[in-house]
């Protein structure tokens, strides 16, 4: 184990899960190294028969909870609670057999500690949550998992992927979002960081919030919830509005100014993704108005590139239709309704809708009322059934 001087830690053991038949505590615990600050040691379980065991633990400082059910529940709990109070803590040793503990040892991740499991189970489950798993048996202990530090390179590469999906619109699924970093790094593989599969690694980073995501399971398949407000920063957002990375290759973008017609699109597709985010925390973040813009661009509507796209949200901010609280937020400005329609009129002129003049109306007077006249006063023009093309029957 990381033998820092610096290091804090609370060591917790799951007495009744554990066999001592053949081995000792001390056998256990000596890969610890002595030069941690414990800010907790403490054995929960049944001492009835503790024996030499539980005198060990004594001398070498542990707390003993005696605990009349199932331990493992009382440790959890207590854990948790100890956990949530230490702001200083870095890890969490626990020395135990028990699965049912897999959900303790999540959560205390999710406070930025990690998490090292001591078991004698020979394939253990703890191997695919813990950070370190070390497998105590006769000939001694054997680290069996390790999960190294995802290096800031990686997490770089895993946020580009995110972006580069959320600004083509596409939905942020593990098996899709693998792919995209398979494009973009072709050696990519989460193996080489000691996990044995991809929504692993999503796991952890977001159990250490690396990145403010959190995978979870909907509708079938494996997606990420994005949290926070940290998905467009600055730089982030540059690289999407000025690398336009789908229009670079095949110029399918233009880069000029919107026409009346796109212009009441864009401002309509612009106005709507901001009031749909309405008391959401991402609700007029660049990226996702980009997003939503792009789609329009799929549909084979505004072929024009980022950089137009943003030139005409500055025009709108400049207008007064958008308010811009931050480099990367856009919301509606009071009144948004009528300043558009003001803002389309400046930029294209008002649509004039002519007036009837007096001298009209009066002409449209002179058109006889048919309803007020007798039939006699009513000329008509008489017209043949043969000239009007109908042929003539005999009745029978």
């Not at 917790?12 to 056998?27: A, K, N, R, T, V």
Request: charged fraction near 30%.
């Amino acid at each position: 184990m990381n033998s820092s001087t610096n290091r804090k830690v609370a060591l917790f053991i799951d007495h009744d899960s554990i066999s001592l038949e053949g081995q000792s505590y001390e056998d256990m615990l000596s890969s610890i190294p002595s030069k941690f600050q414990f800010l907790a040691k403490k054995a929960f379980g049944q001492w009835a028969e503790g024996g030499e065991a539980k005198q060990y633990l004594l001398d070498s400082g542990f707390e003993i909870i005696e605990i009349a059910g199932a331990s493992d529940v009382k440790l959890a709990v207590d854990l948790m609670q100890f956990v949530i109070g230490k702001e200083s803590l870095n890890s969490v040793i626990l020395l135990t057999n028990s699965a049912s503990l897999i959900p303790a040892v999540k959560k205390v991740q999710e406070y930025d500690a990690s998490v090292d499991v001591i078991t004698q189970e020979e394939n253990s489950l703890f191997k695919n949550i813990a950070d370190r798993v070390f497998v105590v048996q006769g000939n001694g202990t054997t680290l069996k998992s390790r999960k190294e530090l995802i290096p800031e390179n990686v997490i770089e590469l895993l946020r580009k992927a995110i972006l580069t999906r959320l600004q083509r619109g596409s939905q942020i699924d593990a098996a899709g979002l693998k792919l995209q970093l398979k494009q973009f790094e072709s050696s990519f593989s989460e193996r080489k960081w000691g996990f044995s599969n991809f929504n692993e690694f999503l796991q952890e980073v977001g159990y250490k919030k690396l990145l403010p995501i959190k995978l979870q399971f909907k509708n079938g398949a494996w997606n990420l919830e994005l949290l926070g407000d940290d998905w467009a920063q600055k730089a982030e957002t540059k690289t999407i509005l000025n690398q336009d990375h789908t229009c670079q290759d095949s110029g399918q973008w233009e880069d000029r100014d919107l026409n009346e017609k796109e212009w009441e699109i864009f401002a309509e597709a612009v106005i709507k993704c901001i009031a749909e985010g309405q008391g959401r925390p991402n609700q007029g973040k660049l990226w996702i108005i980009n997003a939503y813009l792009h789609r329009k661009r799929m549909e084979g509507i505004l072929l024009i590139s980022n950089n137009a796209l943003f030139r005409c949200l500055q025009e709108l901010v400049d207008f007064g239709v958008l308010n811009q609280p931050s480099q990367d937020t856009y919301l509606l400005a009071s009144g948004y309704q009528d300043s558009i329609e003001d803002f389309l009129n400046d930029k294209f002129g008002e649509v004039v809708v002519e007036e009837v003049s007096a001298s009209e109306e009066k002409e449209e007077d002179d058109f006889p009322d048919i309803e007020s006249m007798s039939e006699e006063e009513i000329e008509y023009d008489t017209v043949s059934e043969e000239e009007l093309g109908f042929e003539q029957t005999e009745a029978k």
